[in-house]
């Protein structure tokens, strides 16, 4: 099992709200072995709601790798503002994503949130494409 693990997230929406997905991209922190990739359609939602609740997912699968140390990377600055507590979460309907992050987060010896730049994030953001096209191209068969 990994003690540390590096998560990329993302999650988008076309339109905002918009059909939306989001992706999660885990690997060991050590060997640069990809441990996870999860991609999810969301429905009808923001860009906003979709970034945290691809934030939720990724401390759940975190969990059930039984890492210990994660540090978490999103294009998002918001959400990784908001999870540094740089920002309040004034949004009511993403205040209940921020709890359940904070709960998780709580799992963990150590959690570290970072911004990272949209071409650092290049595989996340390829997962929530897959899953939002998976489910449009689905509906159009």
């Known amino acids: 099992m990994p003690k540390k693990i ?11 709200p918009g059909p939306a997905g989001l992706g ?4 060991d922190a050590e060997t640069g072995k990809v441990l996870k990739r999860h991609s999810r359609f969301l429905g009808q939602t ?3 709601q979709a970034e945290w609740r691809a934030v939720v997912d990724a401390l759940e699968h975190a969990k059930e790798l039984g890492a210990e140390e ?7 600055e918001l959400v990784i503002k ?3 507590r740089e920002y309040k979460v004034k949004n009511k309907d993403l205040q209940p994503h921020f709890v359940r992050a904070w709960n998780l987060s709580l799992d963990f010896k150590k959690v570290t949130y970072r911004h990272v730049p949209r071409e650092r994030n290049k595989e996340a ?4 494409n ?9 509906g159009r068969g």
């Open 70 to 76: 994660v540090e978490l990377r999103s294009d998002s």
């Open 125 to 128: 953001d390829r997962l929530v």
């Open 6 to 16: 590096i998560i990329f997230t993302d999650g988008g929406a076309r339109g905002n």
């Open 46 to 48: 923001t860009n906003n």
């Open 24 to 27: 999660v991209y885990i690997e």
């Open 82 to 84: 908001q999870l540094n």
């Open 130 to 138: 897959e899953a939002i096209d998976r489910h449009l191209d689905a």
